[in-house]
């Protein structure tokens, strides 16, 4: 008997210790308000920046800046978020990012003037970046591992849908009302956030014993940190649009991030008290499911970017029409990840990923069918069709990502996640970005050497078009320098539609290498013992 009272302790989980006292599914629908909050700004400003640079006065790439500023920020805070919750308190840090949050949205409303509003902004990106792990921090401790699923789901369905359907509230806003109001939508939500938390949200005992500790603050490490994400965020903001390493400020970026980094990286493995914890990386399933989470990002960045950029550029569809397509990704999603949350379970996590990747690889597959004579509904089918996939990758990634780490070790691994998908976003549309400028002017070279005078097909076209000008009043002259200028804005869109293509098949490729990558990492245990009871 004394022997069993001895080692009962040890078989105690934490979750068998405490428990909130609130209910958790009322936790998780507090935080999910706010994720879908700051999910939604990531993407809500993207439809405006015309109507920011008319109003204020200034150039669309100054105007560009609202949405990269705040990226930058959100990018510095999102690794670092973890160590700032251990030191001062998950909730007070968690309840400090929606009250800053909210306070900048008034602010950015108000702005007067361009540098303000980006100013705003990288206060707001900063608040936001401390949103979204410090939630993954509190639905991990909130729920026992085995009903971690559906808690992810709920957290899942805000993270992916806000950024989808951004555009089109942000394309009804603008024709609406002003761009302002974007910024003043998320007051009333941060309200409410900021006293469900309060009322309902607490600190697990564990966090208490972690900041009586009073542990030395590694600034060093800090700037080192901040430096390096900032300048690698700005050289794939800006990269294209300098041409990348044939200018001065690009090759300054890219050195400030690798020297700053390799400092942080030998910084991190030999003071006593790191900001980031470098060895968790070691363990295989971190590892693994960072490198996973990066390749999400990318594919769930890359297809919102891509699919409303395509319909905008090529097919003359307005900001709010674009946006409509990708939202049917967001009702796809809505209706997937509860169903989702109840399968992973049930099933091995890496065989759902796998699964995932494989459904995300058929959707790219299916958009590079790409013609100028699409309709409206076979592209908004794209976009769902590849968000059949996400609920599979996203919530079996963070069950692996979880499994077998300490207690206290749950905030660094929420911002390294939060973190490593939000780089693969970035990473991804400079990539995509860069590839259609390079193949387009590859295609425009192709076919300028097939439209010149004295090709037969050329020729024969050219007459076709300058006879039907021609009929419609112009001189013989004219009608042929008007059909040599239709032909070449012909070649210019088919050039375009082909560069589309090609990267979508580049991504295709991306995205099949990574289907076995899941079965690289270790099959958490408790999935185990469930699979060989059934």
């Not at 910084?267 to 996973?292: E, K």
């Not at 890496?350 to 013609?371: D, E, Q, Y």
């Not at 979880?402 to 939060?418: D, F, R, T, V």
């Amino acid at each position: 008997m004394a022997a069993a009272t001895a080692t009962a302790p040890e078989t105690l989980s934490f979750h068998d210790i405490w428990r909130p006292r609130a209910n958790p599914w009322a936790i998780a629908i507090t935080v999910t308000l706010a994720t879908f909050m700051e999910a939604l700004d990531s993407s809500i400003a993207n439809v405006a920046m015309q109507h920011i640079a008319g109003t204020l006065s200034a150039s669309q790439d100054e105007a560009t800046w609202v949405l990269t500023s705040y990226l930058v920020a959100n990018a510095m805070v999102l690794p670092i978020s973890g160590w700032i919750a251990n030191r001062i308190g998950r909730k007070r840090f968690y309840m400090s990012c929606v009250f800053l949050f909210t306070l900048c949205s008034l602010l950015c409303g108000l702005a007067p003037t361009l540098g303000i509003l980006v100013f705003f902004r990288v206060l707001q990106g900063a608040a936001g970046g401390g949103l979204q792990p410090s939630e993954q921090a509190i639905l991990a401790d909130t729920f026992r591992p085995e009903k971690r699923s559906m808690a992810f789901a709920m957290y899942g369905v805000a993270v992916v849908t806000a950024p989808a359907i951004g555009p089109t509230i942000g394309g009804w806003i603008i024709d609406n009302y002003s761009w302002r109001w974007i910024f003043f939508l998320n007051i009333p939500v941060g309200i409410v956030s900021l006293y469900l938390s309060n009322r309902l949200v607490e600190d697990p005992p564990y966090l208490a014993d972690i900041r009586k500790r009073k542990e030395g603050v590694d600034g060093w490490g800090l700037g080192l940190l901040i430096v390096a994400i900032g300048a690698l965020q700005v050289m794939l903001d800006k990269g294209q649009e300098d041409d990348w390493f044939s200018s001065n400020f690009i090759i300054a970026c890219a050195v400030v991030a690798a020297v700053t980094l390799g400092l942080f990286i030998w910084r991190q493995l030999v003071v006593v008290h790191p900001i980031l914890d470098l060895r968790l990386y070691m363990r295989r399933n971190v590892g693994m499911t960072q490198l996973v989470l990066f390749m999400v990002g990318m594919s769930l960045y890359t297809s919102t970017v891509m699919i409303p950029q395509f319909l905008q550029e090529l097919m003359g569809y307005s900001a709010r029409q674009a946006g409509m397509c990708v939202s049917t990704g967001a009702l796809v999603l809505m209706f997937l990840f509860p169903v989702a949350g109840k399968m992973a379970p049930k099933f091995d996590p890496r065989k759902l990923v796998a699964i995932g990747f494989v459904i995300t690889t058929l959707g790219m597959m299916r958009m590079a069918n790409l013609t100028l004579e699409i309709s409206f509904w076979q592209a908004a089918s794209w976009r769902a069709f590849i968000a059949l996939g996400l609920p599979f990758l996203f919530i079996p990634i963070n069950t692996l990502c979880y499994a077998g780490i300490p207690q206290h070790k749950n905030n660094e691994i929420s911002g390294m996640s939060a973190l490593s998908r939000n780089l693969g976003g970035s990473v991804g549309i400079s990539v995509m970005t860069t590839l259609l400028a390079r193949l387009t002017q590859k295609h425009q070279a192709f076919l300028g050497a097939h439209t010149t005078p004295g090709s037969g097909p050329f020729e024969a076209m050219r007459s076709g078009l300058a006879a039907a000008w021609q009929q419609q009043g112009l001189s013989a002259v004219d009608a042929m320098q008007r059909a040599g200028a239709q032909i070449y804005m012909m070649a210019q869109r088919q050039a375009r539609l082909l560069a589309y293509v090609d990267v979508i098949w580049i991504f295709v490729l991306v995205t099949l290498v990574l289907v076995p990558i899941p079965f690289l990492m270790a099959r958490p245990k408790k999935v185990a013992a469930m699979s060989m009871g059934h």
